[in-house]
């Protein structure tokens, strides 16, 4: 099983970042997918969820809603994140995270904000 993240790095603020989640290793569209961060000092925090079920329902962190896009391509095995608008709080290691039965993370990409 593998989730490799992609698309992290340094913007300014106010810029705009996607970030990709290549899953492999299982049934990726039977799995409800979300990402995740962890700036440094706090916990882990939820960022973005989406159903593998129920017409892909979406589920947001107050602090993105309206900024941030989370979708999912089943046929290429991805979960992406698409990331608007972006702050210096946004600051942060982003995971993907796999959820079914079992459960399965990604190693992180970093995301920095700052000019």
């Known amino acids: 099983v593998q989730l490799v993240e992609s698309g992290g790095g340094l913007v300014q603020p106010g810029g705009s970042l996607r970030l990709s989640c290549a899953a492999s290793?299982?049934?990726?569209?039977?799995?409800?997918m979300s990402w995740y961060r962890q700036a440094p000092g706090k916990e882990r925090e939820l960022v973005a969820s989406?159903?593998?079920?129920?017409?892909?329902?979406?589920n947001y962190a107050d602090s993105v809603k309206g900024r941030f896009t989370i979708s999912r391509d089943n046929a290429k095995n991805t979960v992406y994140l698409q990331m608007n608008s972006l702050k210096p709080d946004d600051t942060a290691v982003y995971y993907c995270?796999?959820?079914?039965?079992?459960?399965?993370w990604g190693q992180g990409t970093q995301v920095t904000v700052s000019s």
């Open positions: 995270y796999a959820r079914r039965v079992r459960d399965y």
């Open positions: 290793g299982f049934t990726f569209s039977r799995y409800d």
């Open positions: 989406i159903r593998s079920v129920g017409g892909g329902s979406t």
